[in-house]
């Protein structure tokens, strides 16, 4: 398997919504995510980063048209889990690659990092698996951060004529 | 498709490297995963959640066996890049529920951190994609965490014998 990505997808229609300094402890991540299921709010994807000094930071994402009732939701959890600040932002984009080749090669998520740093788009958050690594960007950016990656992975020509390395 | 976990891994060899207050511009991510990638360090999870103030902070697990090259590494890629923290932690074992039906249904991962919370195990980190949930635990709770996730998704029985909801 010469090709490590075999696809590249862009996810629009999200917001994100990151909830700060929540206890890191047992529960937490549980009364956020039921209170969000309680709702029949969809989440996407889940960040959560190591915490320090006993609090923690998550972020996920929504559809954009769940928004108002994920926060609202969201932040009843909080509340009822000791504290913690619920921000959001709908100017997101999700871009991911996917390949079943990633997970045995290693600088994959580090070429579509120099992709995204070469056209000058930051990197907001950051979720991988062994077979996909997505990004959130600047929703304006969306459009270029998926060329980059089409290019730096020659997603647009079939695979038999990509270079192998 | 009725379940929407169809497995759940352990991942015990690995440590986790936490980068803090890296500058939150294009480019960090490629500094610090190609000092990596340059060093044939195999990268598993990246984690890497909305920064503030202008920095960031990015966690990855490496191979433990590669822990001393990877952190080398990414001390001077975080000196090059203007500055940072670089933290590290043996102590960690990585739990994962992996299903196809997990893609198109909500509250999968609140279950599992149900399971976690029940057991009063820390999850520390988390990350995932449309079919994969993995979440960071300390070590000595490694073997509860699978074994807790294990029951609430009924992994021990054949798939036919598992409950409907
Ligand atoms: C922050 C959150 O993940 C917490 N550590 C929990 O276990 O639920
Ligand atoms: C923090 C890091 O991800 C940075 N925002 C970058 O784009 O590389």
Do not use: Y
């Not at 996810?11 to 029949?40: C, Y």
């Not at 997101?92 to 788009?121: H, N, P, W, Y």
């Not at 020659?154 to 192998?164: A, C, G, I, K, Y």
């Amino acid at each position: 398997v010469d090709r490590p990505v075999s696809g590249a997808a862009l996810t629009k229609d999200e917001a994100r919504i990151t909830v700060r300094n929540v206890p890191d402890q047992p529960g937490t991540s549980f009364g956020i995510f039921s209170s969000l299921a309680a709702k029949n709010v969809a989440v996407d994807m889940i960040v959560q980063n190591v915490g320090a000094g006993g609090t923690a930071d998550i972020s996920f994402t929504v559809p954009e048209g769940d928004l108002k009732r994920a926060v609202a939701a969201v932040e009843s959890a909080v509340a009822e889990l000791g504290g913690g600040d619920v921000s959001h932002d709908s100017n997101v984009a999700k871009v991911s690659i996917v390949g079943l080749g990633m997970a045995t090669q290693s600088g994959v998520a580090d070429r579509m990092f120099r992709a995204l740093a070469e056209e000058s788009i930051n990197i907001t958050a950051i979720t991988t698996s062994d077979i996909k690594v997505s990004v959130l960007v600047e929703r304006p950016r969306m459009t270029d951060a998926l060329r980059a990656v089409h290019r730096e992975f020659e997603l647009d020509r079939p695979p038999h004529e990509r270079s192998t390395f």
